[in-house]
């Protein structure tokens, strides 16, 4: 069983910057995908972005060209770069990981990923 510990959340002012970090257990399969989501209050999950095993990144439209997201594999560790940040990227950011690959269409669906993190809250005041 993968088990997932995101941390480094915090109270950041707008047009600041915040560096989450996942740590990851182990991966059992050798492809697989792993990313970041996040909740904001009274809203949906959403996806964030996420990284293939090959190294491949993939951002949504709302965070692409502010966010930054990689893994390093002696670490076994995800990050996720925050910049730029806005009131609107207010959330809980939950880590999650799949057993197995995803295809770029696939990759931003919640029900794909098999592992979840606890959650870390990044609050953005204006």
């Known amino acids: 069983e993968v088990q997932l510990q995101a941390s480094g959340g915090g109270l950041v002012q707008a047009g600041g910057s915040l560096r989450l970090s996942c740590a990851a257990s182990?991966?059992?399969?050798?492809?697989?995908?792993i990313g970041w989501f996040r909740q904001a209050p009274g809203k949906d999950r959403e996806w964030v972005s996420s990284?293939?095993?090959?190294?491949?990144?993939y951002y949504s439209d709302s965070v692409k060209g502010r966010f930054t997201i990689s893994f390093d594999n002696a670490k076994n560790t995800l990050y996720l770069q925050m910049d730029s940040l806005k009131p609107g990227d207010t959330a809980i950011y939950y880590c999650?990981?799949?057993?197995?690959?995803?295809?770029?269409?696939?990759?931003?669906?919640?029900?794909?990923?098999?592992?979840w993190g606890q959650g870390t809250l990044v609050t953005v005041s204006s």
């Open positions: 999650a990981s799949t057993d197995g690959p995803l295809s770029a269409e696939t990759m931003s669906a919640i029900p794909w990923y098999d592992h």
């Open positions: 182990a991966f059992i399969f050798p492809d697989y995908a």
């Open positions: 990284i293939s095993s090959t190294g491949t990144a």
